[in-house]
């Protein structure tokens, strides 16, 4: 081969090369956002609104797909959908991740928070943010809390003081401390997917269920639940997270614009929570299929006391440093 047709080849190589690298480096990153539930809760306007502003600011670069209502995975397998990269976003409830950390069960304990406004107090402080890196070492980065509201109390029959609950079958999340929770008034708590709560409540096969306001609305459990309690006794809120390999794989500029709109989203979801708790309330109040329960102090104070013990049961594995930093925030 002549020595010009030998530049002319590698000239031809080096072009392939540097148009192959071209379109490898145009082609979108991909972000899967799996969730559970409907589009017209917080957590389904956080996702989308987050698809929104990455749209605007990083089209071309970054390309965010939504899958609402377990359409791609449940609660109870996405976290393993992510570290074997098939999903690379998801917002599962905080009671979620006792297999990956006992530390995040904080959040199922019951009456350890006043309000939202502790909740939020104690998540953005330095025991909250912590948490946040529980389980990196599992592969798991959290990015950010999303609020769902308080939770409340609905049943077949008028739930006022704890023997109400007594014998009563009761669907909760897959967590301990939410079993301790009913056992601790004599409940039978029964561990059952968010999916199929409507049509056990509505089969009568559990008597009742623990959610707020935003959910039992929009999954439309009132219209099978003819007493909802006004306990306030618990916290729902979801834990945005990825995996660490997809995370730290990104590129340093493109990470940083993803977390800013993803910061942007969850404070617009939060915002969304706490209206869709008055507003939900309120819906269901007026539809007059549902009739809600307001406790007085004193039958209040008899949950509080009936569960509270199970602060001391889970303290060793969650940490008192972290229930303290709790106590405070109220």
């Not at 109390?153 to 401390?177: E, G, H, T, W, Y």
């Not at 059952?192 to 959910?215: C, M, R």
């Amino acid at each position: 081969m002549t020595k010009n047709k030998l530049v002319l080849v590698s000239l031809m190589v080096a072009v392939a090369f540097v148009a192959s690298a071209t379109v490898s480096m145009a082609k979108p990153i991909k972000i899967k956002f799996s969730h559970v539930v409907a589009e017209n809760t917080p957590k389904g306007q956080m996702a989308n609104k987050f698809k929104e502003l990455i749209d605007q600011r990083l089209s071309g670069k970054v390309v965010v797909e939504v899958f609402p209502n377990s359409q791609l995975f449940g609660d109870n397998k996405v976290l393993e959908a992510m570290l074997l990269g098939d999903v690379q976003l998801a917002a599962p409830s905080l009671s979620k991740f006792k297999k990956y950390t006992k530390s995040l069960q904080i959040y199922d304990l019951p009456f350890l928070f006043s309000n939202m406004a502790a909740v939020e107090k104690f998540q953005q402080g330095p025991e909250g943010q912590k948490l946040l890196m529980s389980i990196k070492s599992k592969g798991l980065i959290g990015l950010g809390y999303l609020h769902n509201g308080l939770k409340q109390l609905s049943a077949s029959s008028p739930l006022r003081v704890p023997a109400d609950a007594k014998n009563k079958k009761f669907r909760i999340m897959s967590s301990d401390v939410l079993a301790a929770q009913f056992e601790a008034v004599g409940a039978m708590p029964l561990k059952k997917p968010f999916s199929e709560v409507f049509t056990l409540l509505q089969t009568k096969a559990i008597d009742g269920q623990e959610n707020t306001w935003s959910n039992i609305y929009s999954k439309k459990f009132f219209e099978v639940q003819p007493f909802i309690t006004e306990s306030n006794h618990g916290v729902l809120d979801y834990l945005v997270i990825t995996s660490t390999e997809f995370w730290m794989g990104l590129p340093d500029d493109l990470r940083s614009e993803i977390k800013k709109a993803l910061d942007e989203a969850i404070a617009f979801g939060n915002t969304v929570a706490a209206q869709k708790a008055i507003d939900d309330r309120q819906k269901i109040i007026d539809s007059k299929r549902s009739k809600v329960l307001e406790l007085t102090d004193a039958e209040r104070q008899q949950w509080v006391n009936a569960m509270k013990p199970v602060w001391k049961q889970f303290e060793d594995q969650i940490g008192k440093n972290y229930i303290d930093a709790a106590i405070k925030s109220n």
